[in-house]
């Protein structure tokens, strides 16, 4: 059993991306082409932002966006606890000082009392200026968009939305990538919408920082590429890979479809048991993935060990919280009390989970895992 099914995938929409790929090659413009610019334009309109500027993946679309507002050392950026580390990874290569804050257990997304407590924080340290803030829609779920806009308004911080994990999801009737001042995505293969190798792109409703953020991933070119007018990147999407997701934008909001469908399976099977993913009222989650949570530390264990067996896969997504990793020894922080990131990272795992995933194999995981949790309690 895959752990998500891109073969799958690919058997339902190989006629047309096949067709749109050998396009490419026999147009011979490889990097910003047509297809790129046409695909800026519809994801643009798809999570419903002025414009969109396509690059060479997540981290980089993240970087260009800390570059853009210039951030750099002196500035504090708030970040959650329970994240990949590419959130906040290149604002550190800037030199920013990064700040972890809670998750709440209800949607494992940035806790704003906590948010507001490290704002405080640090403005009475005052070492370091509070800049900015990123969000991230941790697993396809919507971060709090209400409580974190107005927390970013009262301290005057930007706002970054990370929704790496969260295209295809909504808050209210608005779609992930449109919230705060500028949002981030990927197109790794195994994101919500992948593309076949990597990708990303940055969303902006701001004319300016589009212009900076043109200018950023081509070198910081200024008229062209050889007036060069700031420190920038080579950050730019393929053509190939700018055909790959024209392609697959035609299924997406199916595949969103199916991926409720098969949580709701999901949820109605285990939710007894475990501690199944909570969407909040109004809102949608993509399921980048979907992760329950275990009473306790044995318990996931067990269950993790009873599935292998079952030749079914399981991820710990992430096993350790941001100020736990080794790189980030220096802030000193391993030993504070970051309560809910620890029991999450403690107990939680991800399931086989796929819009493609098969009736029977979706069976396969609810029975074994039913199975194991009656007879052990
Ligand atoms: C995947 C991911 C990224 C980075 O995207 P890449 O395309 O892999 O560079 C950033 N943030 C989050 C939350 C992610 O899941």
């Known amino acids: 059993m895959e752990f998500i099914d891109l073969k799958a995938q690919y058997e339902c929409i190989h006629a047309d991306v096949t067709r749109r790929i050998v396009d490419v090659m026999k147009s011979g413009h490889f990097i910003l082409s047509d297809e790129v610019d046409l695909f800026e334009k519809k994801i643009a309109k798809y999570v419903g932002r002025k414009y969109a500027v396509a690059c060479g993946n997540g981290t980089e679309a993240l970087q260009l966006i800390y570059m853009a507002y210039g951030l750099g050392s002196g500035d504090a950026v708030f970040c959650p606890d329970m994240t990949f580390i590419a959130s906040i990874e290149p604002a550190v290569m800037l030199g920013v000082h990064p700040v972890f804050c809670d998750i709440d257990l209800r949607n494992y997304n940035l806790d704003p009392v906590c948010l507001e407590t490290k704002i405080e924080e640090v403005l009475r340290e005052g070492k370091y200026m509070p800049k900015a803030i990123i969000a991230v829609d941790f697993l396809g779920h919507p971060f709090d968009v209400v409580k974190i806009s107005d927390i970013a308004q009262k301290y005057g911080l930007i706002l970054i939305e990370d929704a790496a994990q969260g295209i295809g999801a909504q808050f209210g009737s608005k779609k992930c990538g449109s919230f705060g001042d500028i949002s981030a995505t990927s197109f790794f293969p195994t994101k919500p919408l992948g593309c076949y190798g990597d990708g990303g792109a940055?969303?902006?409703?701001?004319?300016?920082?589009?212009?900076?953020?043109?200018s950023l991933r081509v070198h910081g070119k200024g008229k062209n590429k050889y007036d060069n007018i700031r420190i920038g990147m080579n950050s730019r999407l393929d053509s190939i890979q700018a055909a790959v997701l024209l392609s697959k934008l035609q299924v997406f909001d199916e595949e969103i479809e199916k991926r409720q469908n098969i949580a709701k399976r999901y949820d109605e099977a285990l939710g007894k048991y475990l501690k199944i993913p909570s969407v909040c009222t109004g809102c949608k989650s993509s399921y980048a993935q979907y992760v329950v949570m275990a009473s306790d530390i044995e318990r996931r264990e067990q269950l993790v060990q009873i599935?292998?067996?079952?030749?079914?896969?399981?991820?710990?997504?992430?096993?350790?919280?941001?100020?736990?990793?080794?790189?980030?020894?220096?802030?000193?922080?391993?030993?504070?009390?970051?309560?809910?990131?620890?029991?999450?990272?403690n107990t939680a795992f991800g399931i086989p989970f796929s819009p493609y995933l098969a009736n029977e194999d979706q069976k396969k995981v609810i029975d074994v895992m039913v199975h194991t949790l009656e007879r052990c309690g």
Request: glycine share 2%; hydrophobic share 30%; proline share 8%.
């Open 202 to 214: 940055v969303f902006t409703d701001n004319e300016e920082i589009y212009g900076i953020l043109k």
């Open 307 to 345: 599935l292998k067996e079952n030749e079914i896969p399981t991820i710990y997504y992430y096993p350790t919280p941001m100020h736990r990793l080794p790189v980030f020894r220096y802030l000193n922080t391993a030993d504070e009390d970051y309560q809910n990131t620890l029991q999450y990272s």
